[in-house]
């Protein structure tokens, strides 16, 4: 379980905290409306009520899950003076979000079996990233200008390949713990892991 249902939240956020917990312990497929309803103490009606079905609830997680991380990233202070700072400091949040939030890519790792079916049908997904790339194309183009960073530098693969080296690892915690011998998630691995991820965007980026 990812969230705790404690009472606190109203009927409908309920509903969404324990489809979270749901869609990202058993994927889209897996994932049963009856354990929801169970885990939120409604019924089936009240999910018809407030989502439709379990396909539009699904969509409400995938914004819950999107808004979530750029809502906390929006809180960042940046100082525009000072582009290197402002880049290393978006890959320390997006490395110790992830941490902290393995519901999210577990979430994300489930519309992608999907082939993002359902991503594709909400309205609201490309305004609430949109900031997200905003945020980084300034601080490139501040690089840039300041002549520390390498000219013609994509934001959105920038981002990417910040998400990807985090995203990677953790998804594949069990796998990659397997193969190399390594205990993956210890506090010194994800340290080194977090330091490789670093070092790796900064080499790329700056001149």
């Not at 379990?54 to 999107?66: D, P, W």
């Not at 906390?72 to 979000?97: C, G, H, Q, S």
């Not at 609430?128 to 390498?150: D, P, Q, V, Y």
């Not at 796998?175 to 977090?194: A, C, D, F, M, N």
Request: with cysteine; net charge neutral; hydrophobic share 35%.
């Amino acid at each position: 379980m990812y969230f705790s249902i404690d009472g606190e939240e109203n009927l409908k956020q309920k509903l969404l905290l324990s489809a979270i917990n749901e869609f990202a312990e058993y994927g889209y497929e897996g994932a049963r409306v009856d354990n929801i309803v169970k885990a939120a103490g409604c019924s089936k009606q009240t999910v018809y009520h407030h989502y439709g079905n379990k396909e539009n609830l699904f969509i409400e997680v995938l914004e819950y899950t999107y808004n979530d991380i750029r809502t906390k990233e929006a809180l960042l202070t940046y100082d525009d003076d000072k582009p290197v700072e402002n880049l290393e400091k978006i890959i320390d949040f997006t490395w110790d979000y992830y941490c902290k939030n393995i519901w999210f890519l577990k979430i994300i790792n489930t519309e992608n079996q999907s082939r993002g079916v359902h991503l594709k049908k909400s309205k609201k997904i490309e305004g609430i990233n949109a900031r997200h790339i905003t945020i980084m194309s300034g601080i490139i183009k501040k690089g840039e200008e300041k002549g520390l960073f390498r000219d013609n530098i994509d934001p959105v693969h920038l981002n990417i390949s910040i998400a990807a080296l985090g995203f990677f690892y953790l998804v594949n915690q069990h796998t990659l713990s397997h193969v190399y011998g390594l205990e993956i998630t210890s506090p010194q691995s994800l340290s080194k892991r977090h330091a490789v991820i670093k070092e790796t965007i900064m080499r790329w980026v700056l001149r």
